[in-house]
């Protein structure tokens, strides 16, 4: 049986960095996972996102969904999204059976200074810079970022660097999961 793991913290934290870590590393034990990058994602159902509430709920529901109908069909999937509100998570939590949510903790500081260098592919440029801006709603600044209450892992990517966290969730995906295929 399939699962779904969640990745969520603030922008910059590393959430993408470690799960195409883990995605990596489950491969070459042959494991296959489909990796559900919001940013990615976002781009096709919002095209030009404005980031609101209502409009998160959106792609929060639809994301979950997406992640829901590939486990049903079979595929293991890693979420790599922020979802800054606790209820966009335990929405995808009450929809999958299989499901763990990853923390990725970061404080604010580190996430900013990391956010400036970052060259991901999806990810918009510039997040934290454009938290001054009128009516801007960057999680952990201008709009709440709910920590998970029990995440069934938390990795610190202060003072561990991604591969060491990405090992960290892949040895917890195999000793979880592994009895499910």
Known sequence: MSWVVWFTGLPG???TTIAQGVKARLRDRG???KVLELDEIRRVITPKPTYTDEER?????SLAYMAKLLSEAGANVIVDATANR???RDR?????PNFAEV???ASLSACIERERGRKAVYSPQGIYSKAGEEDATVPGINV???EPINPEVVVDAER???DQNADVVTNWIIETFENLG
């Open 160 to 162: 561990h660097d991604p």
């Open 31 to 33: 494991i296959y996972v």
């Open 92 to 96: 995808a939590r009450e929809l999958i």
């Open 13 to 15: 934290c590393g959430k």
């Open 86 to 88: 606790r209820r966009y």
């Open 144 to 146: 709440a970022y709910e």
């Open 103 to 105: 923390y990725v903790e």
């Open 57 to 61: 709920e959106v792609v929060y529901s």
